[in-house]
DNA sequence: GGCTATCATAACGGCTCCGAAATTAAATGT
DNA sequence: ACATTTAATTTCGGAGCCGTTATGATAGCC
C-alpha cells in the first residue's frame, strides 16, 4: 500500500509543519540533526559515528558536534561499546522517543487536513 | 479528501526526505530559511518583510538576512511596492520554483515507497 | 612487545546566523 | 512645514556550526 499524495500538497504538509516548529522553537534543530536524531530511531541499530557520518556524507566530527548538542537537550544517549571500546554505541532516549512522538503527530495532523 | 498517513509513514518519509537533502548539499537552507521560502511559494500573495516576520514569529532582521540568503542563491526576488515604498513586495523565481518543484517530487516519490 | 590501523574527540580558524539597537527612507498627521 | 509613525535595513557583539588537522585511546597484526 502506498501513500498517495500531489506535488502541491506535499508542498503545503512541508511548509505547515516547518512553520509549526519555527513557531514553537522547542528544540530549534538543524536539517543535519534531524537527519542524525531520525536515523537514530528509525534505523535498525546498532548507530556509530563513523556509520552515521557514512551514511549523511559528513565528516564525523559533524556527528559527535551533534550529538554533543542532542545530548544535552537529552534527545540520545552515549555508551562505549564493550566489545570494541573504541566504538561509540548511540542509543535512545525517552526525551526524543516522546519529542519525535509529538512531531509525527504534528506530521499526521497536518497531512489530514490537506485537501479538505 | 484527505491523506492518510501513519506516524511511523510520518517519520519514515521526513527521515527519507531530510536525509536526501542533507547528503544532496544543493542549498543547505536552514529550517527557518525554508519556512520562508514555502510561504513566499505556497501562501498568497504579497508578501513583505513585516508580514513573514509575524508569521514565523521572528524579528524583521532574520527575514531582511534569509532574504539576502536566499536572493543570492535566485530563490526568491525583491523590489519595492510602488504604492507605498517603505513596503517590499517579495516574489517568485523561476529557479525557486524550479527548486522546489524538485523537492516536490521529491517528497511524493518517498511517500509512494513508504508503507510498500 | 612494537608497529600500524581505526575510532572518536579536541583544537583551530572561518563562516553564518542570531537578537537588540541604531539608522535610513517614506508616509502620515497636525 | 515639521514631528511622528512605520518599514526595512545596517551595525554590533555573541553563539553555533562547518571542515581540516591534530590528539588520544583501543585493537589487530607481525
Redo the contacts between chains.
Sequence with gaps: ???????????????DV??N???K?EH?????Q??IL??I???PPPHTVRGLAA????TKPVITRALDTMGQMKLVMRRRDPSDRRNVIIGKTVEGALY??R???L??DK??????
Aim: glycine share 0%; proline share 2%.
Design positions: 500500500m502506498s501513500v498517495a499524495l500531489k506535488p502541491s500538497q506535499a508542498l503545503n504538509l512541508w511548509r516547518v512553520l516548529e519555527v513557531v522553537r530549534d534543530l538543524t536539517t543535519r534531524m537527519a531520525l536515523s530511531y528509525m534505523d551514511k549523511l556524507n559528513v519525535l512522538e512531531f509525527s503527530d506530521i499526521v497531512a489530514k487536513w490537506l485537501a479538505k
